[in-house]
């Protein structure tokens, strides 16, 4: 399984892109946390997929956090108005500080809000990586009724309700298409001997070539790449689907990022923790990506023997099916886990300082009101 995190401020429609991608080929499995992190399976491409949706105010900062150590890569949604994308710099800081690969994408695109080129560059301000077009917007007037792609130099135009329809790319796009096209090739070749000498000499490089080139340095985190669409009217979903799909790192690479924070090595990282609720009359379930084989009930993880392994879209324990690598899956009675962690199967051990969340702003005092409420309250906290 494959896992990336969507994040973003609120009002972002982090929730409508999970749900649009989700349902591209087929029906997603959708299962939430009572704290607001919500998990969607899926299929795309023949392979399976799991969508984190982390919550977007400020003060659940840290469930985006704890995502992106289970996460493969992520999608920073941000808003098509200049004035209101850079609310979503914090959520750049974190991805920066972790490492995680990340696809920085516009949407709301639809609504007539502002330039693309003023929201990239209000962000570029908090952004050490090079935020780089990869898609420009084809507009008729104050709308927004295409995408042109840079890379392969093909136009879209958007259909509700339908896959879009390919287009010559408009007289009136043609100028901007050729301006950002070699802004694109000239910081790509930043990063690449060969694209760098091809510009040299005058030759035009192969939209295949240039796709390869994209994918080595989103996998390298050398960039974060910018596309445009409107996920609540379905457009440009299949395209950011895609370059999760051919350009995204693969859970080997999420396994040696962590093992190169120098506090565990990279062969006896087991999983990772990374969020935890409490039920009613099960108590503490523990949401966990499996890095490495083995992982089943009653094998020891982190310590101690791991508790009844339970898949996540019907929440029933299966023990004929053992988590591979890359699959997330809840267990219940692992007290013993802590959120988050990195697990060895001897041992806890403890997560990058990126992970740590933000200094608390409010401070509340509960009190209980006789002897059994306070017992209670500390098998609740």
């Known amino acids: 399984m494959r896992c990336f995190t969507v994040l973003g401020p609120s009002q972002t429609g982090k929730s409508t892109v999970v749900e649009r991608l989700g349902s591209l080929e087929g029906t997603p499995r959708k299962s939430s946390s009572p704290y607001g992190l919500n998990l969607t399976e899926f299929t795309f491409g023949s392979e399976a997929w799991c969508a984190l949706d982390a919550p977007g105010p400020n003060e659940a900062l840290a469930h985006a956090q704890h995502a992106l150590l289970a996460s493969d890569a992520c999608i920073l949604c941000v808003s098509s108005a200049p004035a209101e994308a850079v609310l979503a710099a914090p959520y750049l800081r974190i991805v920066e500080a972790s490492g995680t690969p990340c696809i920085l994408f516009v949407n709301r695109m639809d609504e007539p809000r502002g330039r693309l080129r003023d929201v990239i560059a209000a962000l570029q301000d908090y952004a050490n990586h090079t935020l780089l077009l990869r898609q420009i917007p084809i507009r008729e007037g104050d709308r927004v009724i295409g995408s042109c792609d840079l890379i392969s130099e093909r136009a879209w135009r958007y259909r509700e309700g339908q896959t879009s329809a390919l287009i010559a790319i408009p007289e009136s796009t043609a100028d901007r298409e050729h301006e950002a096209r070699a802004e694109l090739l000239e910081h790509l070749s930043e990063y690449d001997d060969w ?19 994209s994918s080595r340095v989103l996998r390298e985190n050398r960039i974060i790449p910018v596309l445009i669409g409107a996920a609540i009217h379905g457009n440009g979903m299949t395209r950011l689907m895609k370059a999760l799909r051919h350009e995204a790192p693969p859970v080997g690479v999420l396994r040696q990022r962590l093992a190169h924070t120098g506090t565990v090595d ?15 009359n099960v108590g503490k379930t523990v949401l966990v990506r499996a890095l490495g084989e083995g992982l089943r009930q009653g094998a020891s993880l982190g310590g101690s023997s791991l508790g009844a392994v339970q898949n996540l879209a019907n929440g029933r324990s299966n023990l004929a099916v053992l988590p591979a690598p890359g699959d997330v899956f809840a267990t219940v009675k692992s007290d013993h886990l802590p959120v988050p962690s990195l697990l060895t199967s001897g041992a806890v051990v403890a997560p990058p300082e990126w992970t740590e969340p933000p200094t608390p702003m409010l401070e509340r005092i509960l009190i209980p009101g006789s002897e059994r409420d306070e017992n209670k309250l500390s098998e609740t906290l």
């Open 195 to 213: 694209l760098l000498e091809e510009l040299i000499e005058d030759r035009e490089p192969s939209s295949d070539a240039l796709y390869a080139i």
């Open 266 to 280: 990279e062969g006896k990282l087991t999983a990772v923790s990374f969020h935890a609720y409490h039920r009613q």
